[in-house]
């Protein structure tokens, strides 16, 4: 069996080019890029809080990253590198393997180098967590900046990675899924272990994007902090809405549930100008990625969402809240 400086060698020690001084040494050094400022976000990952305990490896490797790429996005930074802290109830060569391929492949390709952390045995569980360092210029991306008249856009669809754990959270509880469900299962689980963070968006909204947020607890949760942080209302149109294809129409109210309240979808929900309408489209062009523009900013408080006969939804659902009794878990 190896132990814990033979596991960092052989899985989490790799060259990176653009760190002074990186695994190997007591601290990680690096040279910030003349006037920038560095973003730094951190997330916490528990298994059988945040994941299955028989999740593909190589999934939640990417996944540990990309949650915390998504909240550079959000900031409009570029990556520098992470840090990975992580705790296992026992050495599993093949585990670690597929993990760290997982995890470094995404680094690699958002330039965004393993530059240290720390590894420890745990008593049960597998514990992860993720430290990154972005770089990012003045005017900050905020949640604070939204302004009355702005339109309100998202990048993506919205709703498959919460319909992918209300279909693995039955079969956990010993459900036996029909074929159709299974088939949604298999067309939307990639959404749910395999999040994009949309950090091209987020470099290019710079210029443009009024307030920005990514999605990792659901529309209507996430949005709303914009507001209060703004101190504006908002109109959202449910028949705009960029619903994933995958999902079917015959459940009216779980489709609303997921697609306004369901978290883990890493998108980034933004506010805008008008003005700003053909420049949006010309970057959705470019990216490629898809940009909806789902609702405007107003003069108040608070938020309505409007079903498709322009009527008020009374109940709006609630995304997650870790400290919240709720129906489901955040995978």
């Known amino acids: 069996m190896s132990g814990e400086f033979d596991l960092i060698r052989q899985f989490f020690t790799r060259p990176a080019a653009s760190v002074d001084i990186a695994v190997g040494d007591d601290c990680a050094i690096l040279t910030p890029t003349a006037g920038t400022s560095l973003a730094v976000s951190k997330d916490l990952l528990l298994e059988e809080r945040h994941f299955f305990s028989d999740v593909d490896p190589e999934s939640l490797g990417h996944k540990s990253l990309a949650v915390n790429l998504s909240d550079l996005a959000a900031m409009g930074a570029t990556p520098r590198g992470c840090l990975l802290g992580i705790a296992l109830p026992r050495y599993d060569a093949d585990w670690l393997a597929a993990f760290s391929r997982g995890f470094n492949r995404l680094a690699d390709k958002y330039q965004c180098p393993l530059i240290g952390g720390d590894t420890?045995?745990?008593?049960?569980?597998?514990?992860?967590?993720?430290?990154?360092?972005?770089?990012?210029?003045?005017?900050?991306?905020?949640?604070?900046?939204?302004?009355?008249?702005?339109?309100?856009?998202?990048?993506?669809?919205?709703?498959?990675?919460?319909?992918?754990?209300?279909?693995?959270?039955?079969?956990?509880?010993?459900?036996?899924?029909?074929?159709?469900?299974?088939?949604?299962?298999?067309?939307?689980?990639?959404?749910?272990?395999?999040?994009?963070?949309?950090?091209?968006?987020?470099?290019?909204?710079?210029?443009?994007?009024?307030?920005?947020?990514?999605?990792?607890?659901?529309?209507?949760?996430?949005?709303?902090?914009?507001?209060?942080?703004?101190?504006?209302?908002?109109?959202?149109?449910?028949?705009?809405?960029?619903?994933?294809?995958?999902?079917?129409?015959?459940?009216?109210?779980?489709?609303?549930?997921?697609?306004?309240?369901?978290?883990?979808?890493?998108?980034?929900?933004?506010?805008?100008?008008?003005?700003?309408?053909?420049?949006?489209?010309?970057?959705?062009?470019?990216?490629?990625?898809?940009?909806?523009?789902?609702?405007?900013?107003?003069?108040?408080?608070?938020?309505?969402?409007?079903?498709?006969?322009?009527?008020d939804i009374s109940a709006l659902p609630a995304g997650f809240d870790h400290f919240r009794p709720a129906r489901r878990r955040k995978p």
């Open 120 to 311: 420890t045995r745990s008593e049960h569980d597998i514990v992860i967590s993720v430290t990154v360092l972005g770089e990012v210029t003045q005017p900050f991306l905020l949640r604070s900046r939204a302004q009355p008249g702005d339109d309100i856009w998202v990048s993506g669809t919205l709703g498959a990675a919460d319909w992918a754990l209300s279909l693995l959270l039955r079969q956990k509880a010993g459900e036996i899924l029909n074929e159709r469900e299974i088939q949604t299962l298999q067309a939307t689980r990639h959404a749910l272990e395999w999040p994009e963070p949309r950090v091209a968006l987020g470099l290019a909204l710079r210029p443009l994007a009024h307030a920005v947020i990514d999605l990792s607890d659901g529309l209507v949760q996430d949005l709303k902090h914009i507001l209060h942080a703004s101190g504006v209302a908002a109109v959202l149109y449910e028949s705009l809405m960029p619903v994933n294809l995958s999902l079917p129409d015959d459940d009216p109210q779980q489709l609303r549930q997921s697609v306004l309240g369901g978290g883990d979808v890493y998108e980034l929900c933004f506010t805008a100008p008008q003005t700003a309408r053909a420049a949006l489209q010309a970057i959705a062009a470019s990216l490629p990625v898809t940009l909806t523009r789902i609702g405007e900013v107003h003069v108040g408080q608070g938020l309505r969402v409007l079903d498709a006969a322009q009527q």
